[in-house]
């Protein structure tokens, strides 16, 4: 079997294996993050929840699957290692701003729901105006 096919194989079966790992890390994990972010609403948590997890896939599978041509020929071991050290870091490095983004995205919605639960209600009325005789 050629060694380029070999490295192929390889690099989907570890990028594919990360990405799923990565995937259910951060649904189990984000699931109470979102729980706090909703105000407790745990259904659209979950709804929240399984949509940002297939986003995920989608976008990772798809770089992963594109990422995945090499131009180059691989013709010993060292040409492996050397192909798969490239590809799995260019993928590990997309996984992680992936990650970086959806906690960013995510905590700016849970302050600005702090904020708005903390905010006070407008001051009702100090006092009552009499009527005037001709009213």
């Given at each position: ?24 890390t ?79 995205a ?30």
């Amino acid at each position: 079997m050629d060694l380029t096919v070999v490295s192929y194989v390889v690099y989907l079966v570890i990028s594919v294996a990360l990405t799923i790992w990565v995937a259910r890390t951060l649904s189990q994990n984000g699931r109470v993050f979102l729980g706090d972010v909703l105000h407790g609403n745990e259904k659209l948590a979950d709804a929240v929840n399984h949509l940002l997890v297939v986003g995920f896939y989608l976008v990772n599978l798809g770089f992963v699957a594109l990422y995945l041509q090499d131009d180059t020929t691989i013709s010993d071991a060292r040409g492996v290692f050397e192909a798969l050290s490239k590809k799995l870091g260019v993928v590990l490095l997309v996984l992680g701003v992936m990650h970086l983004g959806n906690v960013y995205a995510l905590n700016k919605f849970r302050r600005r729901g702090i904020m708005e639960r903390e905010q006070t209600p407008p001051v009702g009325p100090q006092g009552w105006v009499a009527p005037t005789a001709g009213a």
